[in-house]
C-alpha cells in the first residue's frame, strides 16, 4: 500500500466529505508551550471521520460493480459511515449492532437507510452475524479498519493536514484497530518523514500500543474505557504493519485526562468531541509528551457521544481537575457543627453539591460521626485553601476524601 491509494481516496471523498479547518488553538497553545492545532472531524458529516474509510471502500466496490449490497458491524461511528456511503451509492446496507447499542445509535444508522440489525451482546457477536450474512445474502463485508481501501479513506486526513500546515513537527492520531493511525502515518511520513507520527491509546485498551512496544501483535483479554470508539481488544493485521513502519509511537492516556480533556474543549473552544476523539488533546494536557516550541495537531476524530454520557463524562472530568471534591470531617455528632462547616465553605466561596453522614465507621467514638461533603471549586489550589481553612478552625479533615484529598 502506498500514498497513491490515498491520493485516489482523496479524488473519491472531493465533492462528499468537509475539508475541516486545521484550526489553530491559542487557549492550548499557551497550556502546552507548542504551537497546537485541531483538526474537527467532530464536525465531519455523520460525525466522524469514518465516513472517509467507508465511503472511499464502498465507492470502489460500486466503480467495479461487484456488490449491490454490503453488511458491517459496528455499535458506532462506521455504521453510520457505512450507512451514509451505501444510500449515496444505492446500494443495500445491513448494519449488525449488538443489543446493547444505544437507541440514539440506532436511530441515527437507520436514519442514513441503512437497516439495523440488533444481535448478541458485544462487537465480536455482531461481526460472527456480519460474516454470515456476507456469506447468505452475498454482500461485501465492510471492515472497520482492517482493509486497504478504508486505511485509503482515513489517510487522506493526513494529506490534509500537511497541505494546511506544512511544517507541523508533529502529528497526534487516535488508535483502536488502528484504521486512522496507519492511514495517516503512511500519508504524513510519506510527504515527510521528519513529522512525527503519534498514536494516543486509553490506557484500558492498549493493544496497539501493547503490541508495537513488544514489535509483536498482542491481543487483549479485554477492555474497560470511556472511549468506545477506541476500545477495541484485537488490532487489525494490515493496520500494525503499517503503524509498525511508519508511527514514531503510541501512547496510552487515562480515563481522567479524557474526561479533562473533553471539558476543556466544551469551556475553551465551545466543541462536543467523544471520548477517543479527545485522547490527542488528552495526551498534550497529560504532560506525557514534550511538545515546547513545536507545531504539533491533534486530530479530533469524532463528537458523536450520548447526551446521557455527557453528564458524567463532565463529573469525571471535574474530579479530575479538581474542580470537584469530597471533604471527610470527623466530628461531634451535636447540632450546630453542619452549620459551622457550612459557614468555612461558604466565607471560602465552595459550593456545597452533596451531604452524607457515616456514624457506622469502626474507628469512631461514641458520639462521634463522619460528615462527607461534596463541593465545588475552582481547582487544586482552591480546594487546598478551603481544607486549610477548615483545619485552622479545629476541624479534623481525613485523608480519604474522595476527588482530590
Do not use: W
Given at each position: 500500500?502506498?500514498?497513491?491509494?490515498?491520493?485516489?481516496?482523496?479524488?473519491?471523498?472531493?465533492?462528499?466529505?468537509?475539508?475541516?479547518?486545521?484550526?489553530?488553538?491559542?487557549?492550548?497553545?499557551?497550556?502546552?508551550?507548542?504551537?497546537?492545532?485541531?483538526?474537527?472531524?467532530?464536525?465531519?458529516?455523520?460525525?466522524?471521520?469514518?465516513?472517509?474509510?467507508?465511503?472511499?471502500?464502498?465507492?470502489?466496490?460500486?466503480?467495479?460493480?461487484?456488490?449491490?449490497?454490503?453488511?458491517?458491524?459496528?455499535?458506532?461511528?462506521?455504521?453510520?459511515?457505512?450507512?451514509?456511503?451505501?444510500?449515496?451509492?444505492?446500494?443495500?446496507?445491513?448494519?449488525?449492532?449488538?443489543?446493547?447499542?444505544?437507541?440514539?445509535?440506532?436511530?441515527?444508522?437507520?436514519?442514513?437507510?441503512?437497516?439495523?440489525?440488533?444481535?448478541?451482546?458485544?462487537?465480536?457477536?455482531?461481526?460472527?452475524?456480519?460474516?454470515?450474512?456476507?456469506?447468505?445474502?452475498?454482500?461485501?463485508?465492510?471492515?472497520?479498519?482492517?482493509?486497504?481501501?478504508?486505511?485509503?479513506?482515513?489517510?487522506?486526513?493526513?494529506?490534509?493536514?500537511?497541505?494546511?500546515?506544512?511544517?507541523?513537527?508533529?502529528?497526534?492520531?487516535p488508535a483502536g484497530g488502528g484504521g486512522l493511525l496507519a492511514g495517516v502515518a503512511l500519508a504524513v511520513k510519506s510527504i515527510n518523514p521528519k513529522v512525527s507520527v503519534i498514536g494516543v491509546q486509553a490506557e484500558g485498551a492498549p493493544a496497539?500500543?501493547?503490541?508495537?512496544?513488544?514489535?509483536?501483535?498482542?491481543?487483549?483479554?479485554?477492555?474497560?474505557?470511556?472511549?468506545?470508539?477506541?476500545?477495541?481488544?484485537?488490532?487489525?493485521?494490515?493496520?500494525?504493519?503499517?503503524?509498525?513502519?511508519?508511527?514514531?509511537?503510541?501512547?496510552?492516556?487515562?480515563?481522567?485526562?479524557?474526561?479533562?480533556?473533553?471539558?476543556?474543549?466544551?469551556?475553551?473552544?465551545?466543541?462536543?468531541?467523544?471520548?477517543?476523539?479527545?485522547?490527542?488533546?488528552?495526551?498534550?494536557?497529560?504532560?506525557?509528551?514534550?511538545?515546547?516550541?513545536?507545531?504539533?495537531?491533534?486530530?479530533?476524530?469524532?463528537?458523536?457521544?450520548?447526551?446521557?454520557?455527557?453528564?458524567?463524562?463532565?463529573?469525571?472530568?471535574?474530579?479530575?481537575?479538581?474542580?470537584?471534591?469530597?471533604?471527610?470531617?470527623?466530628?461531634?455528632?451535636?447540632?450546630?457543627?453542619?452549620?459551622?462547616?457550612?459557614?468555612?465553605?461558604?466565607?471560602?466561596?465552595?459550593?456545597?453539591?452533596?451531604?452524607?453522614?457515616?456514624?457506622?465507621?469502626?474507628?469512631?467514638?461514641?458520639?462521634?460521626?463522619?460528615?462527607?461533603?461534596?463541593?465545588?471549586?475552582?481547582?487544586?489550589?482552591?480546594?487546598?485553601?478551603?481544607?486549610?481553612?477548615?483545619?485552622?478552625?479545629?476541624?479534623?479533615?481525613?485523608?480519604?476524601?474522595?476527588?482530590?484529598?
Amino acid at each position: 500500500m502506498t500514498i497513491d491509494s490515498i491520493r485516489e481516496a482523496r479524488e473519491r471523498l472531493a465533492a462528499v466529505v468537509q475539508r475541516n479547518r486545521l484550526d489553530h488553538s491559542s487557549t492550548f497553545s499557551a497550556m502546552t508551550g507548542g504551537d497546537v492545532y485541531l483538526k474537527c472531524e467532530n464536525l465531519q458529516k455523520t460525525g466522524s471521520f469514518k465516513v472517509r474509510g467507508a465511503y472511499n471502500k464502498i465507492a470502489k466496490l460500486a466503480e467495479e460493480g461487484k456488490t449491490k449490497a454490503i453488511v458491517a458491524c459496528s455499535a458506532g461511528n462506521h455504521a453510520q459511515g457505512c450507512a451514509f456511503a451505501a444510500s449515496a451509492m444505492g446500494m443495500k446496507a445491513t448494519i449488525v449492532m449488538p443489543k446493547t447499542t444505544p437507541i440514539a445509535k440506532i436511530n441515527a444508522t437507520e436514519g442514513y437507510g441503512a437497516k439495523a440489525e440488533l444481535y448478541g451482546d458485544c462487537y465480536d457477536d455482531a461481526y460472527l452475524r456480519a460474516r454470515e450474512i456476507e456469506k447468505t445474502e452475498g454482500a461485501a463485508f465492510i471492515h472497520p479498519f482492517d482493509d486497504e481501501e478504508v486505511i485509503a479513506g482515513q489517510g487522506t486526513l493526513g494529506l490534509e493536514m500537511l497541505e494546511e500546515v506544512p511544517d507541523l513537527d508533529c502529528v497526534i492520531v487516535p488508535a483502536g484497530g488502528g484504521g486512522l493511525l496507519a492511514g495517516v502515518a503512511l500519508a504524513v511520513k510519506s510527504i515527510n518523514p521528519k513529522v512525527s507520527v503519534i498514536g494516543v491509546q486509553a490506557e484500558g485498551a492498549p493493544a496497539i500500543a501493547l503490541s508495537f512496544r513488544e514489535k509483536k501483535h498482542i491481543a487483549t483479554d479485554s477492555v474497560y474505557t470511556i472511549a468506545d470508539g477506541i476500545a477495541v481488544k484485537n488490532p487489525g493485521e494490515i493496520t500494525m504493519k503499517i503503524i509498525d513502519k511508519y508511527a514514531d509511537d503510541v501512547v496510552t492516556v487515562s480515563d481522567g485526562d479524557i474526561a479533562s480533556a473533553i471539558i476543556h474543549l466544551i469551556e475553551r473552544t465551545k466543541l462536543v468531541v467523544e471520548p477517543a476523539g479527545a485522547t490527542p488533546l488528552a495526551l498534550l494536557l497529560s504532560g506525557k509528551l514534550n511538545v515546547r516550541g513545536k507545531k504539533v495537531a491533534c486530530l479530533l476524530s469524532g463528537g458523536n457521544i450520548d447526551v446521557s454520557t455527557i453528564g458524567k463524562i463532565i463529573d469525571r472530568g471535574l474530579v479530575s481537575r479538581g474542580r470537584k471534591i469530597e471533604f471527610s470531617i470527623q466530628l461531634q455528632d451535636k447540632p450546630g457543627m453542619l452549620e459551622k462547616v457550612s459557614h468555612i465553605l461558604a466565607s471560602e466561596n465552595a459550593n456545597v453539591i452533596s451531604i452524607t453522614y457515616d456514624r457506622m465507621s469502626a474507628d469512631l467514638e461514641l458520639g462521634e460521626t463522619i460528615l462527607h461533603i461534596g463541593c465545588e471549586v475552582g481547582g487544586k489550589e482552591h480546594s487546598e485553601r478551603v481544607a486549610k481553612a477548615l483545619t485552622d478552625s479545629g476541624l479534623k479533615v481525613l485523608e480519604n476524601g474522595r476527588g482530590g484529598r
